[in-house]
């Protein structure tokens, strides 16, 4: 079994930055990539960005590209969102999810859940 285990999240000014940690433990082995998501009150849950375990390949929204940067420690099994230039759209719940095999972008191909850390941006 995989467990998950997010954090980070936290009250920010517009223009601000966080950074979101998200490990992985149990038996993560293999091929496997990490992502994270953003869900919004009244708002479906939408990707925000995506690694795989060596690094290699990452994916971004376009809502988001330029200004998070998803990174992962080569020989740990944790992943950081470095979010900067926050807007209040970034406001949400991030969960951050794992997955055996490449990056995708669909939550449905996620296995396993962190509990989710809530990001609040506003004046």
């Known amino acids: 079994q995989v467990q998950v285990v997010d954090s980070g999240g936290g009250f920010v000014q517009p223009g601000g930055s966080l950074r979101l940690s998200c490990r992985a433990s149990g038996r993560t082995f293999g091929n496997y990539a990490m992502g994270w998501f953003r869900q919004a009150p009244g708002k479906e849950r939408e990707f925000v960005a995506a690694i795989t375990w060596n690094g290699g390949s990452t994916a971004y929204a376009d809502s988001v590209k330029g200004r998070f940067t998803i990174s992962k420690v080569s020989y740990e099994n944790t992943v950081y969102l470095q979010m900067n230039s926050l807007k209040p759209e970034d406001t949400a719940t991030y969960y951050c999810?794992?997955?055996?095999?490449?990056?995708?972008?669909?939550?449905?191909?996620?296995?396993?859940w962190g509990q989710g850390t809530q990001v609040t941006v506003s004046s």
């Open positions: 999810a794992l997955r055996y095999g490449g990056v995708r972008r669909a939550d449905y191909e996620y296995d396993y």
